[in-house]
């Protein structure tokens, strides 16, 4: 059975840094598409990265651009988001999902399996 726990939430300032970590267990974890998703209060959640089985594809959503960078160690069965410049609609309860294909993807429909969350508070 898959399971992701993510780690590195925590509450910054704006225009400060994060490293969000998902550790993964359960089956080989170097041959799924990863992504990143979040859902602030009153939302729903949202797109955020996405990196292919490889490393080599990935894709963000606009408002992170240029801020946010997502990579894996398939060696640690572990995805990162680099969080940079954070702004206060950063904000959010962010999840790390995997997929049972190698290939990437920015819909949520198309994960199997998700973490639990970890809470990213940016104050301004």
């Known amino acids: 059975q898959v399971q992701l726990v993510e780690s590195g939430g925590g509450l910054v300032q704006a225009g400060d840094s994060l490293a969000l970590s998902c550790g993964a267990s359960?089956?080989?974890?170097?041959?799924?598409?990863v992504g990143w998703f979040r859902q602030a209060p009153g939302k729903e959640r949202e797109f955020v990265a996405a990196?292919?089985?490889?490393?080599?594809?990935?894709r963000y959503v606009d408002s992170v651009k240029g801020r946010f960078t997502i990579s894996r160690d398939n060696a640690k069965n572990t995805v990162y988001l680099q969080m940079n410049s954070l702004k206060p609609e950063d904000t959010a309860l962010y999840y790390c999902a995997e997929r049972d294909s190698m290939n990437i993807a920015t819909v949520q429909n198309l994960y199997d399996y998700w973490g639990q969350g970890t809470q990213v508070t940016v104050s301004s």
């Open positions: 990196l292919s089985w490889n490393g080599y594809s990935t």
């Open positions: 359960g089956r080989t974890f170097d041959n799924y598409g």
